[in-house]
């Protein structure tokens, strides 16, 4: 769901329960995440939304799976990673990505993916959702997430 060809959801989460979990590296990127994650929901209509911080987006993937075995309804897993000089970026976001991947295959509990894996800061600025961004990647993955859980009822 990025750019162009994004689809355009009108969503009713009532009742639904969803934690956020979200790393804390990058902190202005983060809370941009944050807000329109947290925007997102509300828009949702979803009003039972928990906060879960981790210090980091390997961490993601075991407390999404916590989470996910706690009741929630879906997970927003949101966090940052930056390329920087060394393979460091490749076995973080390759392992986040795979971990939160099977969290929701394993527990059939949607997980909204908002993890951003950029070259550089003003990548990250520019998907943060924050004030002169191109795009709002935290709405994005929290709207995935209900809009998943809606979708799985009607199966």
Same mark, same amino acid.
């Given at each position: 769901?990025?750019?162009?060809?994004?689809?355009?959801? =009108?969503?009713?989460?009532?009742?639904?329960?969803?934690?956020?979990?979200?790393?804390?590296?990058?902190?202005?990127?983060?809370?941009?995440?944050?807000?329109?994650?947290?925007?997102?929901?509300? =828009?949702?209509?979803?009003?039972?939304?928990?906060?879960?911080?981790?210090?980091?987006? &390997?961490?993601?993937?075991?407390?999404?799976?916590?989470?996910?075995?706690?009741?929630?309804?879906?997970?927003?897993?949101?966090?940052?990673?930056?390329?920087?000089?060394?393979?460091? &970026? =490749?076995?973080?976001?390759?392992?986040?990505?795979?971990?939160?991947?099977?969290?929701?295959?394993?527990?059939?509990?949607?997980?909204? &993916?908002?993890?951003?894996?950029?070259?550089?800061?003003?990548?990250?600025?520019?998907?943060?959702?924050? =004030?002169?961004?191109?795009?709002?990647?935290?709405?994005?993955?929290?709207?995935?997430?209900?809009?998943?859980?809606?979708?799985?009822?009607?199966?």
């Amino acid at each position: 769901m990025s750019g162009a060809g994004a689809p355009t959801m =009108e969503l009713d989460g009532t009742g639904l329960r969803v934690t956020i979990v979200a790393a804390s590296w990058h902190t202005t990127v983060m809370q941009g995440l944050l807000d329109g994650a947290r925007r997102a929901l509300d =828009e949702a209509r979803v009003t039972d939304v928990q906060v879960v911080t981790v210090p980091g987006s &390997f961490e993601l993937p075991v407390a999404a799976a916590r989470v996910a075995g706690s009741g929630a309804d879906a997970v927003v897993a949101l966090g940052v990673v930056i390329r920087g000089g060394t393979p460091h &970026f =490749e076995y973080v976001c390759a392992a986040a990505t795979q971990g939160l991947t099977d969290v929701a295959v394993r527990t059939g509990v949607p997980v909204g &993916f908002g993890l951003l894996t950029c070259d550089d800061e003003q990548q990250a600025i520019d998907r943060a959702g924050l =004030e002169g961004s191109r795009e709002d990647k935290g709405a994005e993955a929290a709207q995935a997430a209900v809009a998943t859980v809606l979708a799985l009822r009607e199966v």
